[in-house]
């Protein structure tokens, strides 16, 4: 998820989110939500004026989490942009062009001293790929370039987890957890208290095997609603609507015609209220449901071709309005649709990527303006930088990731450039690769899951002001979130 980072309220969903769905050949449906959290963001202005005072927040610890502490930084500006270290800067500032806030300096790309700390293998010891742990990390203030985690611990969700949301269900700020359950046939949430624990499992059955899941407030009562695609509800989706006191409300189906197998939300009418796109994966198709004047108000059904796997929105031309991606893991092609201000989208325009598309991302990776993509690939992360357009260049391998299943383009560490954070399926890993602001991916971290990873989505719920990430596991009916440890 690319474009804009909104802040994120108590009760606000980001704006897009990302589904994928399964293969038969590679087992359970795999399905994403990607939440993009925005984090106010305080910029070095190129003449040097005063930026920002952030206070960031939260001390909390329990038995089996981390401890995350507070910390407080006051950005000031690098002029001349020297690029010497000669400019403090805080976790959210970011310098003035080519300069990169890095352990509270604006420095030029390239002398970034980039911590890592995760514990990839789980045995509560904080490690590296390369570098041992990152010196940057853990001391509660957030620096541009930094990738810091505490240790990846997993959380039963339900049996067959297909996919995950993070957002406000219960009324209190702190982000909560909803996965889709395919064998219970059920939402299941864990209510988060912003320190990084969740409560006890609660679950809501819905009556058909969910696929994906959407999160947002699809009938306009600011409280936040679940849209599930599945392929077993009679070709219908599925409203669930939230009561804003962790539970949720069995409400009503809206008709789409098919089984549908991928689904993600968005503003796309111009309403208040959130939108669905959703995937018919055996009859080819997308459809947009608007949720003005009421949820899931359907526009005309969208040919895609053979067996749509997922879809994703992203802001890829230079209107305002949100593009859908739709991946086609048999075809090998990522369809881009342009979109318009009523909700509406262009007619696909299919890029042939190889073998075995399953996710894709887009968004501005080089910072020339142009959007570009990145694809979850058959065996690879893939990255097509944007030529003009609508245009695309060659399909070029990342290297990193095995059997990818879901990716994401986020800017984890806040230096201004998009990282992608990907689901390795075939080594039950999170890869979280930084981008050197040109386009060039390099891996950072590779953080163990449970089991193979389906889904992949972020959001702050231990409240520190950093992305924290969650993963959703079909196998092990787990989710393994890794809170940010700045
Ligand atoms: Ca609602
Ligand atoms: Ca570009
Ligand atoms: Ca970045
Ligand atoms: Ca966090």
Redesign the pocket.
């Known amino acids: 998820m690319t474009h804009s980072l909104g802040v994120l309220g108590p009760r606000a969903f980001p704006p897009a989110a990302a589904t994928q769905t399964q293969v038969p050949d590679r087992g359970p449906r795999a399905a994403a939500v990607v939440l993009a959290v925005g984090l106010a963001a305080a910029a070095c202005t190129a003449t040097g004026a005063h930026i920002d005072d952030t206070a960031a927040s939260v001390s909390s610890s329990s038995d089996d989490g981390p401890v995350t502490s507070a910390g407080t930084g006051v950005a000031m500006c690098d002029f001349p942009p020297t690029g010497a270290r000669d400019c403090p800067c805080t976790l959210q500032g970011t310098c003035v062009d080519g300069l990169s806030c890095v352990a509270g300096q604006c420095v030029a790309r390239g002398s970034t001293e980039t911590s890592v700390g995760a514990d990839s293998t789980a045995d509560g010891q904080a490690e590296s790929a390369t570098e041992g742990p990152a010196v940057g990390c853990g001391d509660g203030v957030p620096v541009a370039g930094e990738f810091c985690f505490d240790p990846p611990f997993p959380l039963y969700m339900g049996g067959g987890i297909r996919d995950v949301v993070i957002g406000n269900f219960d009324g209190a700020p702190a982000l909560d957890l909803v996965a889709a359950s395919s064998s219970e046939d059920a939402v299941v949430l864990r209510v988060g208290n912003g320190a990084g624990e969740f409560g006890v499992r609660k679950v809501f059955g819905i009556g058909a095997t969910p696929a994906a899941l959407a999160g947002g407030d699809f009938d306009g009562d600011s409280l936040n609603d679940v849209a599930v695609a599945s392929p077993t509800s009679g070709g219908v989706i599925i409203f669930v609507r939230g009561n804003g006191n962790a539970s949720f409300a069995f409400e009503s189906s809206t008709p789409f015609g098919a089984g549908a197998s991928a689904i993600t939300a968005a503003d796309l009418g111009g309403s208040d209220t959130t939108d669905v796109i959703a995937v018919a994966g055996e009859a080819h198709f997308v459809q947009v449901l608007l949720t003005d004047p009421s949820p899931f108000f359907g526009l005309n059904a969208i040919p895609v071709g053979e067996g749509p796997t997922d879809v994703s929105l992203a802001k890829l031309n230079e209107d305002d309005n949100l593009d859908a991606l739709v991946t086609s893991e048999p075809a090998g092609t990522v369809s881009v649709l342009l979109g318009s201000a009523d909700g509406s989208f262009g007619p696909p325009n299919a890029i042939g990527v190889g073998a075995g598309a399953r996710a894709a991302a887009g968004g501005?990776?080089?910072?020339?303006?142009?959007?570009?993509l990145v694809v979850a690939g058959a065996s690879d992360l893939l990255r097509l930088?944007?030529t003009e357009v609508g245009s695309f260049g060659t399909a070029t391998p990342i290297g990193s990731a095995v059997t990818p299943l879901d990716i994401a383009l986020v800017d984890l560490d806040v230096d201004g450039d998009l990282d992608i954070v990907a689901a390795s399926g075939g080594d039950a890993t999170i890869r979280i690769l930084a981008n050197d602001g040109t386009?060039m991916f390099a891996e950072e971290l590779s953080i163990a899951t449970a089991s193979a990873p389906y889904a992949i989505v972020m959001g702050d719920l231990n409240e520190d002001g950093a992305l924290d990430l969650v993963a959703g596991e079909f196998e092990s009916g787990t989710v393994t979130v890794v809170l940010s440890n700045p």
């Open positions: 501005d990776i080089n910072g020339d303006g142009i959007g570009d930088f944007g386009g």
